[in-house]
T-cell receptor
Framework: NAGVMQNPRHLVRRRGQEARLRCSPM?????VYWYRQLPEEGLKFMVY????????ESGMPKERFSAEFPKEGPSILRIQQVVRGDSAAYFC????????????FGDGTRLSIL | SQELEQSPQSLIVQEGKNLTINCTSS?????LYWYKQKYGEGLIFLMM?????EEKSHEKITAKLDEKKQQSSLHITASQPSHAGIYLC???????????FGTGTRLTIIP
């Protein structure tokens, strides 16, 4: 009865490197959402995906950030050429996608940029 | 102004006392979700409200959504140390499952 699984829990990168964050949704959930929580700020929506489709990416920064949810395997949030300002907690949530169902969250990935 | 305002920002309550946290939206709510977050951890789903006037309870926690669907309250009865944490309300303002979150209420329970 596993919940939403995110890995790694903690990730340290140097400026200019790439960060890959993974999210496996709950069993039976086909919708995945990524949120970012900056220090001392609230959770901000980034992107909403279904299998092989990006539904809403209105919260994604225009450059360096991308997300995918392939037919097989976890959803990936990819950040290229990381900068100090990317340091944050990144949370993934999933839902069955049927109307009125809550999103369930993972424990997050804490990304630190040196 | 913020789309979703939570109050108070922090709350210190003596164990056994009741407390209320409020969440006010500047837009109509298609859905209102309450979560609890412990420092450094993920969000735990508490309750979801969709209909105006709806009220739900689980153990000692009750959440309500007002008739106009722009404000919700979370009430804890006889608080316990296990209730400590950060309470977040999340709003679906457009029916598209994209949630906007308040900045949270940090609850501390003292003996």
């Amino acid at each position: 009865n596993a919940g939403v699984m995110q890995n790694p829990r903690h990730l340290v990168r140097r400026r200019g490197q790439e960060a890959r964050l993974r999210c496996s949704p709950m069993k039976g959930h086909s919708h995945v959402y990524w949120y970012r929580q900056l220090p001392e700020e609230g959770l901000k929506f980034m992107v909403y995906l279904q299998k092989e489709n990006i539904i809403d990416e209105s919260g994604m920064p225009k450059e360096r950030f991308s997300a995918e949810f392939p037919k097989e395997g976890p959803s990936i949030l990819r950040i290229q050429q990381v900068v100090r300002g990317d340091s944050a907690a990144y949370f993934c949530a999933s839902s069955p996608g049927r109307g009125g169902q809550p999103q369930h969250f993972g424990d997050g990935t804490r990304l630190s940029i040196l | 102004s913020q789309e979703l305002e939570q109050s108070p920002q922090s709350l210190i309550v003596q164990e056994g006392k009741n407390l209320t946290i409020n969440c006010t939206s500047s837009k109509t709510l298609y859905g209102l979700y309450w979560y609890k977050q412990k420092y450094g951890e993920g969000l735990i789903f508490l309750m979801m409200l969709q209909k105006g006037g709806e009220e739900k309870s689980h153990e000692k926690i009750t959440a309500k959504l007002d008739e106009k669907k722009q404000q919700s309250s979370l009430h804890i009865t006889a608080s316990q140390p296990s209730h400590a944490g950060i309470y977040l309300c999340g709003a679906d303002n457009s029916g598209n499952e994209k949630l906007t979150f308040g900045t949270g209420t940090r609850l501390t329970i003292i003996p």
